[in-house]
């Protein structure tokens, strides 16, 4: 029986923002254990720890489930503080506005540029999982297609930017990567699965390098888990205990305990459930209790996720 002390990750091999967190696991050398989850719905044993979240990847610790990759790579550094990572000073400060820009729109065009360039060989329930995801997109395969040229185009342009900024620096957090290197690796690492980080970003040397240089972090030591164990692991144990727990109550007048709506910001269409623990400017935790799991706190940042009433 695993303890809340060891680190589950619930991930795919394909997925980028997983990629990002088991990167940040090797630069760690950490032992942690790997729970494979489907890459498209329905994934069950993964939405009752969650209370509904269905991306990869999650984070199990014990009973408490971390979910978006800069919140889950803040709780590695919390509880894995060595090596440190860069923080506090000029080039980590822009290192991480730069995991923003990543998050908020490169990494979009990115996974769009690699889906467009391999449309006609993807599978049709991946396709039909990602056009329910993204309703607003209208995706087929001849839509992702014909954005093809544009993007590499776009890409192009945007991509060559991060050498100026890393210059002759060995990471963009200075002389050890800050938590922003992990998300701009990201972006490239999805590129180079299709051999086109060096097309698109041709010459730059020094970004090649520092690519070069962060994937010999690997993926620290891992062991399979089933989703099974997974589960029995959350049962098993309790929650850590909420330090300073309040809720603010924002515009709904929100009330510890009360059944609240979790989505992430731009898809509304995704719901997940819970009872309101924890409110603040930094976090949201919820609390989902089922016979399978026990009790669990489900934790999100409060940036890019919004939160409302369930209305019974």
């Known amino acids: 029986m695993t303890t809340e002390k060891e680190i589950i990750l619930h991930h795919y091999p394909a997925s980028p923002y997983s990629e ?7 630069y760690k050398k950490a032992t942690w254990l790997s729970t494979v989850t489907p890459v498209t719905l329905p994934k069950p044993d993964q939405t009752i720890l969650t209370g509904g979240y269905r991306r990869a990847p999650v984070l199990q610790l014990g009973s408490d489930i971390y979910c978006d990759s800069r919140l889950i790579i803040e709780e590695l550094n919390r509880i894995l503080p060595q090596p440190p990572i860069s923080i506090e000073n000029p080039d980590a400060a822009s290192a991480n506005l730069l995991a923003e820009l990543v ?14 360039s391999y449309a006609q060989k993807l599978p049709q329930e991946l396709v039909d999982d990602r056009a329910a ?6 995706l087929t395969r001849e839509n992702m297609e014909k954005l093809v040229p544009y993007l ?9 930017e991060f050498a100026k900024v890393l210059d002759k620096k060995q990471f963009f957090g200075g002389e050890i990567p800050a938590r922003g290197d992990f998300a701009i690796y990201q972006i490239f690492w999805f590129l180079n699965t299709i051999r086109k980080f060096k097309p698109i970003v041709p010459g730059h040397e020094n970004l090649h390098e520092w690519f070069a240089r962060m994937k010999t972090f ?3 030591e891992s062991t399979l888990l089933t989703a099974e164990d997974a589960l029995k692991t959350a049962a098993a144990t309790s929650p850590r205990p ?3 727990a309040s809720v603010s109550p924002g515009p709904y007048d929100f009330k510890s305990g009360q059944d609240v709506i979790v989505h992430p910001e731009h898809y509304d269409h995704e719901r997940i459930f819970g009872k309101l623990l924890h409110l603040d400017d930094e976090t949201i935790i919820l609390g989902n209790e089922s016979p399978k799991t026990g009790l669990v706190h489900v934790h999100f940042p409060r940036l ?7 209305i019974s």
């Open 218 to 220: 690997g993926a620290g």
């Open 133 to 138: 995801m993204q309703p607003q997109e209208k």
């Open 152 to 160: 590499q185009l776009s890409l192009s342009k945007m991509l060559p």
């Open 242 to 244: 909420i330090v300073s």
């Open 304 to 310: 890019r996720y919004i939160v409302f009433p369930k």
């Open 20 to 26: 990002r967190v088991r990167l940040f696991l090797g």
């Open 103 to 116: 998050d908020a729109d490169i990494f979009l065009k990115v996974a769009k540029f690699v889906m467009g």
